[in-house]
């Protein structure tokens, strides 16, 4: 290490990004940016003067990503990051602070992924448009340096990757696998996913709509019968959506598919049920019909067994709720590909689950990380991964429903 870096890492400004991307009942995620290549450690603790576990990190890169587990759940911990070169951040720098969530009741029954907004094919990220068609860009985008292995490419296959490592039972991809709803962009996205070790399905977004194609490629690719349909796996129902206008991609929820989704879940009163649709109703848009959404959340707050509902399309991370608190929590997943780079991992519980969102640890995945968080004109971090409380919850089941194994 230079003097100058080592100078600049005493001053307090050679580590700058420092994110916690995610909390769970034993652990954290977090990721940094250092201001040359160079390893690191992060030193973490219960005790804020005594940070007495140090995790190093090899890599010599300037974009850090490090999980840290075996913590116990419902508990303050602390810690600091620098260059590896040094023994010990300086003890007059504060330290960072998490609380680990609290477990749900009850034993962990099986794991579950989602991934959303993926974008096959596409090969330029966060241009602003304006509404009049014929003015041009607000911002330029941002483009990766090697167009044969785009973005949107590296980023899914490294969530594949990363999902395949973990004990998911099944992903859910929750729309937008495409970009311009081109056969060849579905066939690209279905060859990545194929890669996945245990069963995924696809939900239809907004850019998977037919539009002026001579088929529904979705659809086709996927072999589709119906785009609205129920699994059923661990003593869970997920109940997936199609809220999208075939020909334009607008938000709609049909009376057919509501009138559905009401019977499925009167059906079934006791089983706990994940709701998954593209669109983030709670949130509300301007091309959501009024009658459509008021429906759907009636709808969502009278059947009890709603565990929650999955949504995508903002890009962003967000957890909602119903005026009140009296309904199921409503989960808004980043984008698979662009900051916050990563998936969502579910963990069911018999009394309850957990919701974690997972960065992705591929170099280049923390590299675009690092390039697309200046989106926006660098609002990105506030827009779109907004606070930890947004990518994480611990949530039990409504009271009498318990899942038995």
């Not at 005493?10 to 652990?27: A, F, K, R």
């Not at 304006?130 to 490419?153: A, E, H, M, Q, R």
């Not at 020909?247 to 019977?263: I, M, P």
Request: glycine letters at 6%; proline letters at 9%.
């Amino acid at each position: 290490m230079t003097n100058c870096l080592l100078l600049c890492l005493l001053l307090g400004v050679s580590v700058s990004e420092t994110q916690v991307i995610s909390v769970t009942p034993s652990g954290f995620t977090l990721s940094f940016t250092l201001e040359s290549r160079a390893p690191a450690v992060v030193f973490y603790g219960p005790n804020p003067k005594k940070l007495d576990s140090a995790l190093p990190l090899s890599p010599r890169t300037r974009f850090h990503f490090v999980r840290i587990n075996g913590l116990e759940p419902n508990r303050d911990y602390y810690f600091r990051v620098g260059a590896y070169d040094v023994q010990r951040p300086p003890a007059w720098l504060p330290p960072h602070k998490i609380h680990t969530l609290r477990a749900p009741p009850g034993k962990r029954l099986f794991s579950f992924a989602v991934m959303n907004d993926i974008h096959a094919g596409q090969d330029i990220n966060s241009v602003m448009v304006p509404p009049l068609p014929f003015l041009p860009p607000v911002t330029p985008g941002f483009t990766w340096k090697y167009p044969v292995d785009n973005y949107w490419s590296f980023t899914l296959r490294a969530a594949v990757d990363e999902i395949n490592q973990t004990d998911a039972a099944l992903t859910i991809v929750n729309g937008d696998l495409s970009s311009w709803y081109l056969e060849k962009e579905f066939r690209l996205a279905k060859a990545y996913l194929d890669r996945l070790t245990a069963p995924y399905y696809v939900v239809r977004g907004n850019h998977d709509r037919q539009g002026e194609e001579p088929k529904d490629w979705f659809k086709e690719v996927f072999g589709l019968t119906e785009t609205w349909r129920a699994v059923d796996h661990g003593g869970c129902r997920f109940l997936l959506l199609d809220d999208n206008n075939l020909k334009n991609g607008l938000a709609d929820l049909s009376a057919a598919q509501l009138d559905w989704l009401e019977k499925e879940l009167a059906a079934h009163p006791d089983a706990p049920a994940f709701i998954f649709a593209h669109h983030p109703w709670m949130a509300g848009g301007p091309d959501q019909r009024p009658d459509q959404r008021a429906r759907f959340l009636a709808l969502v707050r009278r059947h009890r067994q709603v565990a929650g509902v999955i949504n995508a399309h903002s890009h962003r991370a967000a957890i909602l709720r119903t005026t009140g608190g009296d309904g199921p929590p409503f989960i808004e997943v980043p984008s698979t590909s662009e900051y916050p780079v990563g998936f969502g991992f579910f963990e069911v519980y018999e009394g309850g689950w957990v919701y974690s969102f997972q960065g992705l640890s591929c170099p280049d995945c923390r590299e675009w990380d690092h390039m697309t968080r200046r989106a926006y004109y660098g609002n990105a971090p506030r827009q779109k991964a907004r606070k930890v409380a947004d990518r994480c919850l611990s949530e039990p089941f409504p009271t009498g429903i318990v899942i038995h194994p």
